[in-house]
């Protein structure tokens, strides 16, 4: 059965190789040191909600997480919530890993009194973009998305 917890620095290497296992999802160069000293700093700093899927038994199978950052929303003079990071490993999928970890960032922005959650994904994403519509998310066709790269 799987568990949703927040993870603490006990869970680090673990996160970690999903983190890195992600970051080669989206075609960079495996780094997993990088990945290990990036989470750290967002677990130390408290600058990112992570939430961690897990099957629990003598021998933990780490699944899955999704991490969010907060974001503020002048229009709406309220909290949101960035879902920057959504990763099951693909020895798990199919099992609803993904959707129990987006209704744990929900959980979040409920109890964090936010306005909501913002993600954007590649179109050529199927898997996200399937499940994003099916948990709810809205796709945005009226805003033009835009981003300058200062070359990192």
């Known amino acids: 059965m799987t568990k949703i917890i927040r993870p603490t620095v006990n869970h680090l290497e673990s996160v970690a190789k999903l983190f890195d296992a992600y970051r080669v999802f989206y075609r960079k160069d ?21 939430f961690l899927a897990m099957e629990e038994g003598a021998a933990p199978k780490y699944q899955g997480f999704v991490q969010l950052y907060p974001l503020f929303s002048s229009t709406r003079m309220a909290k ?7 990763f099951v490993d693909p020895e798990f999928r199919g099992r609803s890993i993904g959707k129990a970890l987006i209704e744990s960032a929900k959980e979040l922005a409920l109890q964090t009194d936010a306005a909501g959650l913002l993600l954007e994904t590649e179109k050529s994403n199927i898997i996200g973009n399937n499940l994003y519509p099916a948990t709810g998310f809205d796709l945005v066709d009226e805003s033009n998305f835009y981003f300058w790269a200062s070359n990192k």
């Not at 949101?80 to 959504?86: E, G, H, I, S, V």
Request: net charge negative.
């Open 30 to 50: 495996s780094d997993l040191a990088g990945a290990e000293k990036f989470i750290s700093d967002r677990l130390s700093n408290a600058d990112s909600v992570i």
């Open 80 to 86: 949101l919530w960035l879902l920057n990071d959504l």
